[in-house]
């Protein structure tokens, strides 16, 4: 089967940098998403990963590591909008089905 | 472009009975997936639609169904309700099929409990 697995909640300080990760375990492999909820909030798409490596996005980047079946979002100059969950999903070739982590509640504070 | 909508927003039921969730996708995109939120297990992935066709299916039992229509809405359907069927459902739609490039949109959730 897949399985993702994520912090399930890291802290830090308006301004700093945060690193979330996700190991996964699949028997074919199609690419890393990462998703931001807010609570109360729908779901909403911040990168996809499909060759090793960096993506940025503004303060957003993501990385990924095949070889490593592990990858990271970076989160640059918090804000306190930045407070939400954040879900890594991976869809592997077998079985063609989305499948996501448990989530990183991340808490930013002032 | 008008997002992802979802109705209802909240339905309260009681054991036993069965319940219909609606969504309507954004424009043009011809997959729907079905998702069930509960806290501590987070997105446990339903169904997915594309074309009117289920392509994958979770590990649910057999009383959650849905449905896709030609013009893309979907319905999902649990029958025989149970209290562990409270949670927040999500519909979400992508051009193709989800993941990938295929950048997933999610609707609000209807939050269902039961009671």
């Known amino acids: 089967g897949q399985s993702l697995e994520q912090p399930s909640e890291v802290t830090a300080v308006e301004g700093a940098i945060v690193q979330i990760n996700c190991t996964y375990q699949t028997s074919g492999f199609y690419g890393l998403s990462w998703y931001q909820q807010h609570d109360g909030g729908a779901p909403t798409f911040l990168s996809y990963?499909?060759?090793?490596g960096l993506e940025e996005t503004g303060r957003f980047s993501s990385f990924l590591s095949r070889s490593d079946s592990y990858g990271y979002l970076l989160l640059q100059e918090l804000q306190m909008k930045d407070s939400a969950s954040y879900f890594c999903?991976?869809?592997?070739?077998?079985?063609?089905?989305?499948?996501f982590g448990t989530g990183t509640r991340l808490l930013v504070s002032p | 472009k008008a997002g992802v909508t979802q109705t209802p927003r909240y339905l309260i039921k009681t054991r036993g009975q069965q319940v219909t969730l609606s969504c309507s996708p954004i424009?043009?995109?011809?997959?729907v997936s079905w998702y069930q939120q509960t806290p501590g297990q987070g997105l446990q992935f339903l169904f997915e639609?594309?074309?009117?066709?289920?392509?994958n299916k979770g590990n649910f039992p057999g009383r959650f169904s849905g449905r896709q229509f030609s013009n893309s809405r979907s319905e999902m359907n649990v029958s025989t309700l149970e209290l562990g069927d409270s949670a927040l459902y999500l519909c979400?739609?992508?051009?193709?099929?989800?993941?990938?490039?295929?950048?997933?949109?999610f609707g609000p959730g209807t939050r269902l409990t039961v009671l």
């Open positions: 979400a739609s992508s051009l193709g099929l989800a993941g990938g490039s295929n950048e997933q949109f």
């Open positions: 424009s043009g995109h011809r997959s």
């Open positions: 990963n499909a060759l090793d």
């Open positions: 999903a991976v869809r592997a070739t077998g079985f063609q089905k989305l499948v």
């Open positions: 639609y594309f074309s009117e066709t289920q392509r």
